[in-house]
């Protein structure tokens, strides 16, 4: 059964780029009709879609995100990563990352990123 | 963007209750949507995929229907572990979107 663990810092400061790391685990990263996906969600709020990666390379980003985001993959190690820069408060959220086919049926745990100086 | 919008937002539902929540979309997304369950501090858990398809190990009071702008998820008779926040998402288009939750509480 495949897993998904999220690791990184937990604080950043303001303007300074967030970097989270997802290993998973039980499969390979490459094997089946996969995308590798990062969702996000302030704390009391709703869950917003940040994007994806093919395990070839291939990405789709939210427009909204889309200049700050940049989502790569080592299918060596199993992993794939998300990294934000010049963050603010708004970015303060637990970012999830997930397997999607046509839906998202893996999660991890999530970790939670706070932004303050 | 398709924006999605669950209804109701908050629901007070007893034990064996049916409850149905809705989502419409702002435009036909044909089956892609899924809808999840979140509990406090946990991830939220897929139930139902291509709108109607009950992922496997999830009860079978949980049961989704509808396409294009319009979804309902139901459950059939309301269990002490079914209160908690469900979200509906689209996956048919470009950014993915979730409607903004529906939490079930205890009447």
Do not use: H, M
């Not at chain 2, 858990?45 to 992922?55: C, D, E, G, N, P």
């Not at chain 2, 908690?84 to 939750?101: D, H, I, K, M, V």
């Amino acid at each position: 059964q495949v897993q998904l663990q999220e690791s990184g810092p937990g604080l950043v400061k303001p303007s300074q780029t967030l970097s989270l790391t997802c290993t998973v685990s039980g499969g390979s990263i490459s094997s089946g009709n996969y995308y590798w996906s990062w969702i996000r969600q302030p704390a009391g709020k709703g869950l917003e879609w940040i994007g994806r990666i093919y395990p070839s390379g291939s990405t789709d980003y939210n427009p909204s995100l889309k200049s700050r985001v940049t989502i790569s993959v080592d299918t060596s190690k199993n992993q794939f990563s998300l990294k934000l820069t010049s963050v603010t408060a708004a970015d303060t959220a637990v970012y999830y990352c997930t397997r999607e086919y046509n839906w998202n049926d893996c999660w991890g745990q999530g970790t939670l990123v706070t932004v303050s100086s | 963007d398709i924006q999605l919008t669950q209804s109701p937002s908050f629901l007070s539902a007893s034990v064996g209750d049916r409850v149905t929540i809705t989502c419409r979309a702002s435009q036909g997304i044909s089956s892609y949507l899924a809808w999840y369950q979140q509990k406090p501090g946990k991830a939220p858990k897929l139930l139902i995929y291509a709108a109607s398809t009950l992922q496997s190990g999830v009860p079978s009071r949980f049961s989704g229907s509808g396409s294009e702008t319009e979804f309902t998820l139901t459950i059939s008779s309301l269990q002490p572990e079914d209160f908690a926040t469900y979200y509906c998402q689209q996956l048919n288009s470009y950014p993915r979107t979730f409607g903004q939750g529906t939490k079930v509480e205890i009447k």
